[in-house]
């Protein structure tokens, strides 16, 4: 499985879906139909649901987050493992009613959460990941969805390939589509939808763009960057600024909620896919070709450890004991939240980004 990431960044000139869960998908890139707003009607009987697999927490991951003190994270094949011991044991969800490979995973808070895939799929959980049911399918828009984020309890965003997005309004039972800028004829992809500690919703896409929300989704803007590759990822910082990162290591950070953009030293080229600020304010990123950075002044400056094994990583989690937990190629794998010990645990390469 070494080589499908590397597949999606060189393909060319069809575009790649450029979002750290797209690195591995394999798309039909068609665009996405018109959805009508419906609640999911999918036929219970014809339903396929994610089978027991001992290899669940080995296999490709591409989204992780926290369910409460609870880890989740899910994957291809539809599986969904979760940990309450720190990360050390993963335990693979009862129910989930779905095959396909999820992309995204969001948590309105220890109960219930949400997760989005291919065939443009949204899952419910009320059980912290345990038992899902189907919220949203559509599987005739061959959108995936690359980001589920809720306001909150009652108002979500599903958004994915080719600008899909779908809003609920009321806690995932009816969806619509939408025009993420209205009369926006855009059809890049969306990759991760967040909300920086203010408030502010921000959308992190292809082609440099950010869209930016200040009043709860209602209406964005997008907001130039000076940047012309992809972004994959955002992660917004207890200091009330935010980064966003993606292709060839390039990481901007926002110290304006949002409204403007400069590119910081990230100390590599490797893309980027996913990131977490920890307990204790060590900023981690995590990408393609093994790259794990550790900043210790809040994101201006980044530190490489390169994972030995080379494989490609999209989240990360803080975990029990001085860990982190990464998610990408192998599925989940634990090394420590400090660069140093990292280094001499499960890199062989030590860059430092100043």
Same mark, same amino acid.
């Given at each position: 499985?070494?080589?499908?990431?590397?597949?999606?960044?060189?393909?060319?000139?069809?575009?790649?879906?450029?979002?750290?869960?797209?690195?591995?998908?394999?798309?039909?890139?068609?665009?996405?139909?018109?959805?009508?707003?419906?609640?999911?009607?999918?036929?219970?009987?014809?339903?396929?649901?994610? $089978?027991?697999?001992?290899?669940?927490?080995?296999?490709?991951?591409?989204?992780?987050?926290?369910?409460?003190?609870?880890?989740?994270?899910?994957?291809?094949?539809?599986?969904?493992?979760?940990?309450?011991?720190?990360?050390?044991?993963?335990?693979?969800?009862?129910?989930?009613?779905?095959?396909? $490979?999820?992309?995204?995973?969001?948590?309105?808070?220890?109960?219930?959460?949400?997760?989005?895939?291919?065939?443009?799929?949204?899952?419910?959980?009320?059980?912290?990941?345990?038992?899902?049911?189907?919220?949203?399918?559509?599987?005739?828009?061959?959108?995936?969805?690359?980001?589920?984020?809720?306001?909150?309890?009652?108002?979500?965003?599903?958004?994915?390939?080719?600008?899909?997005?779908?809003?609920?309004?009321?806690?995932?039972?009816?969806?619509?589509?939408?025009?993420?800028?209205?009369?926006?004829?855009?059809?890049?992809?969306?990759?991760?939808?967040?909300?920086?500690?203010?408030?502010?919703?921000?959308?992190?896409?292809?082609?440099?763009?950010?869209?930016?929300?200040?009043?709860?989704?209602?209406?964005?803007?997008?907001?130039? $960057?000076?940047?012309?590759?992809?972004?994959?990822?955002?992660?917004?910082?207890?200091?009330?600024?935010?980064?966003?990162?993606?292709?060839?290591?390039?990481?901007?950070?926002? $110290?304006?909620?949002?409204?403007?953009?400069?590119?910081?030293?990230?100390?590599?080229?490797?893309?980027?896919?996913?990131?977490?600020?920890?307990?204790?304010?060590?900023?981690?990123?995590?990408?393609?070709?093994?790259?794990?950075?550790?900043?210790?002044?809040?994101?201006?400056?980044?530190?490489?450890?390169?994972?030995?094994?080379?494989?490609?990583?999209?989240?990360?989690?803080?975990?029990?004991?001085?860990?982190?937990?990464?998610?990408?190629?192998?599925?989940?794998?634990?090394?420590?939240?400090?660069?140093?010990?990292?280094?001499?645990?499960?890199?062989?390469?030590?860059?430092?980004?100043?």
């Amino acid at each position: 499985m070494s080589s499908i990431f590397s597949q999606f960044i060189s393909r060319s000139p069809i575009r790649a879906v450029a979002s750290a869960a797209a690195l591995v998908l394999t798309l039909a890139l068609v665009p996405a139909a018109h959805a009508e707003d419906t609640a999911a009607t999918a036929d219970q009987n014809k339903v396929e649901y994610s $089978t027991p697999s001992a290899l669940a927490s080995k296999d490709l991951l591409l989204s992780a987050t926290m369910a409460g003190k609870r880890l989740v994270a899910v994957g291809q094949f539809g599986h969904v493992i979760y940990s309450d011991d720190g990360g050390a044991t993963w335990v693979q969800a009862k129910s989930v009613p779905t095959q396909v $490979t999820l992309t995204s995973v969001y948590f309105v808070n220890d109960k219930i959460g949400y997760a989005g895939g291919h065939d443009s799929t949204v899952l419910r959980t009320d059980d912290g990941g345990e038992n899902w049911t189907l919220a949203y399918h559509n599987a005739e828009s061959q959108a995936p969805i690359m980001s589920v984020y809720f306001e909150n309890e009652n108002h979500g965003f599903a958004m994915g390939a080719f600008s899909f997005v779908i809003e609920t309004e009321d806690g995932g039972k009816n969806w619509h589509q939408r025009s993420l800028v209205e009369g926006s004829q855009e059809d890049s992809h969306l990759n991760k939808v967040f909300a920086t500690k203010q408030g502010t919703i921000l959308v992190a896409a292809e082609f440099g763009k950010v869209y930016r929300s200040t009043d709860q989704g209602k209406t964005f803007s997008e907001i130039a $960057t000076g940047y012309e590759g992809s972004f994959w990822g955002g992660l917004a910082l207890n200091d009330g600024s935010a980064l966003i990162y993606g292709m060839r290591g390039n990481v901007y950070r926002t $110290t304006d909620d949002g409204t403007t953009w400069a590119k910081i030293n990230s100390g590599t080229d490797k893309s980027i896919g996913g990131g977490i600020e920890l307990s204790n304010g060590t900023i981690v990123l995590v990408g393609l070709q093994g790259y794990v950075g550790y900043s210790t002044d809040d994101g201006l400056n980044f530190t490489e450890v390169t994972r030995a094994d080379r494989l490609g990583y999209v989240a990360v989690l803080q975990a029990a004991n001085d860990k982190i937990a990464v998610f990408g190629e192998p599925g989940v794998k634990l090394q420590p939240d400090d660069a140093t010990k990292a280094a001499d645990e499960v890199g062989f390469k030590f860059n430092t980004g100043s």
